[in-house]
């Protein structure tokens, strides 16, 4: 049953998830450095914010809930157990592990996320190659951070809320819960958007809990906004 602490947490995890798509508006349009576009300034800006949320929050779940924080804010053992799920595939058999569902399902995962963002943001569209290279420096280096911010304050602090106060599968739902529905206004977008994120978010989760730790959660992830960052600077 939640208490007065987790619940408070679960709070402030949803109400700093909400304040992403506020400060993204709000940061929208300004200049640091004039020789950049504008979409490297807008994030330049907007993660320097969200990295302080990011790590503002850590520090509170490391005042509040250190063995719990301790246990899952690491690497992790990679190729854990996996829990079976046979409604997504999730089958194990014989020493198949987190180190075989990671990769296989963060491909597919990486491939739907490529076809809805390229729908959303490339289709129909001229894109200039040229500027490939500085394309994809900065869409690693955002996405590197990006990752981070996210996996902080929607995943593991969720997990870090949560664990031993609910069920270990009701923890991955709620996560997907709150990254579904903020992803509704990002990108990917809409419906689609919603879905992808929202069993991204189970997924992820799921990792933390089975593997203690945030390798594939953090790496997943961090694919998937390559992928995004490297279509939105591509359709700029």
Known sequence: MLKLKEILLLLLIVVLTASFLFIGKWTAGIVVFDNLSPLTNHQIVYQAITLLIAFALLLILWGVKREEFKTHFRKGNIGAEITPEPWVGIKPKGNQTWLYYGASIGIIISVVTAIIIYLQLIHGKE???????????????????????????????????????????????????????????????GIPGLLAAGFLGWFLAKSILETKGIFWAWLIHFVQDVIIFSARFLSE
């Open 127 to 189: 894109i200039d190659y040229s500027n490939i290279l500085p394309i994809l420096l900065f869409s690693l280096l955002f996405s590197l951070t990006n990752s981070f911010i996210e996996e902080s304050v929607t995943r593991i602090s969720v997990v870090v809320t949560l664990k031993g106060i609910v069920k270990d599968k009701t923890i991955p739902l709620i996560s997907a819960l709150i990254f579904g529905v903020v992803h509704y206004w990002g990108n990917p977008g």
